[in-house]
């Protein structure tokens, strides 16, 4: 079974950066779409950041469009989400996805919560 294991959150100052990882247990991850969603207190869970399974393509919301870079690594089985100018909304917890054919058995990491202060 693939595990999805995030690291890199923290506390951060409004203006300040971060960088999310994601590393995957196995190396399927190389034939699928992988992607940062993240989830704020009262509210649903929204998509961040895809990137396709090569690496050609990537697809971010329109609030982190300018500021947020995702990237991977297909050798080392890795996703990273650069984050800059961060922004007290883009406080939330943020999870790696793993995108299958079938949304159900999409693969979610544990989460790792970013809090940006004013």
């Known amino acids: 079974q693939v595990q999805l294991v995030e690291s890199g959150g923290g506390l951060v100052q409004t203006g300040g950066s971060l960088r999310l990882s994601c590393a995957a247990s196995a190396s399927i991850f190389n034939f699928n779409v992988m992607g940062w969603y993240r989830q704020a207190p009262g509210k649903q869970r929204e998509l961040v950041a895809d990137?396709?399974?090569?690496?050609?393509?990537?697809n971010y919301a329109d609030s982190v469009k300018g500021r947020f870079t995702i990237s991977r690594d297909n050798l080392k089985n890795t996703v990273n989400l650069q984050m800059n100018s961060l922004k007290p909304e883009d406080t939330a917890v943020y999870y790696c996805?793993?995108?299958?054919?079938?949304?159900?058995?999409?693969?979610w990491g544990q989460g790792t919560q970013v809090t940006v202060s004013s």
């Open positions: 996805n793993m995108r299958l054919a079938n949304p159900q058995y999409d693969v």
């Open positions: 990137i396709s399974r090569r690496g050609g393509s990537t």
